[in-house]
């Protein structure tokens, strides 16, 4: 049964309000853009993934991923994250999907290597496969076999409630370890980190976002 990927993606001109203070709205509205860029390329470039499907309300967000090659469904009106991960999942089924893989778009460090790891875990049935943000308290990769296995709950303490879901069900849970996960982007303090990353050359391409506020 095949793997797809789901991203669900706020409107980018609204992104990262959290770091207001130290980016202008175009600057966050390209560090945006350029995170949903990364994975879509990541996901496509990933041999398990079976296809990738972008939920959202943003038509530009929505444009690039099809020019990315990834599907799309439109959100009408601003909506949960967790009913409309319910829903992409059920669009995934219908399409064939066996497992789901959940993945926020600011996860600028995933590779290639990432997908493929978290999808030979989550081979089995009956599995959810998860990694926590730093403090694990997020959830910032969940893989779910079979898809609609457990209900989606994010927002805060997500990763803990999604363990005791997965564990309710009767699925065997996994945990894949990776720093390149465990960094999504919400607060100064993450792109103070991201910025020292590059820096250091854990990217070839990725461009920093360094403003004199937070240097």
């Known amino acids: 049964m095949s793997l797809w990927a789901i991203i669900p ?13 130290v980016l202008s709205p175009e600057q966050r509205y390209r560090f945006a853009e350029t995170m949903l860029r990364h994975m879509l390329t990541i996901l496509q470039n990933a ?11 943003d038509t530009k967000a929505l444009s ?5 090659g990834a599907k799309t469904i439109q959100e009408s009106n601003p909506s949960d994250l967790n009913p409309a991960l319910s829903r992409a999942t059920e669009v995934a089924r219908v399409w064939g999907a066996g497992a789901v893989l959940i993945l926020p778009a600011d996860l600028p460090f995933i590779t290639v290597e ?7 875990m989550g081979i089995n049935a009956l599995t959810v496969v998860l990694t926590p943000d730093y403090e694990e ?22 990763f803990e409630r999604h363990v005791t879901s997965a564990k309710l069900a009767g699925a065997d849970v996994k945990f894949y370890e990776s720093d390149n996960l465990r960094l999504d982007i919400d607060v100064p303090a993450d792109l103070i980190e991201y910025n ?10 990725l461009p920093q976002f360094f403003p004199d506020a937070i240097s």
């Open 9 to 21: 993606v706020k409107p980018l001109y609204r992104a990262k309000s959290r770091l207001a203070d």
């Open 47 to 57: 041999p398990q993934v079976t296809g990738t499907l972008v939920i959202s309300r």
């Open 64 to 68: 690039i991923a099809r020019d990315l």
């Open 114 to 120: 990432d997908v493929e790891n978290i999808a030979e």
């Open 137 to 158: 308290d997020g959830t910032n990769a969940m893989l779910i076999r079979p898809a609609g296995l457990i209900a989606y709950s994010y927002g805060e303490k997500s």
């Open 196 to 205: 020292r990353l590059v820096q250091d050359g854990h990217s070839d391409f």
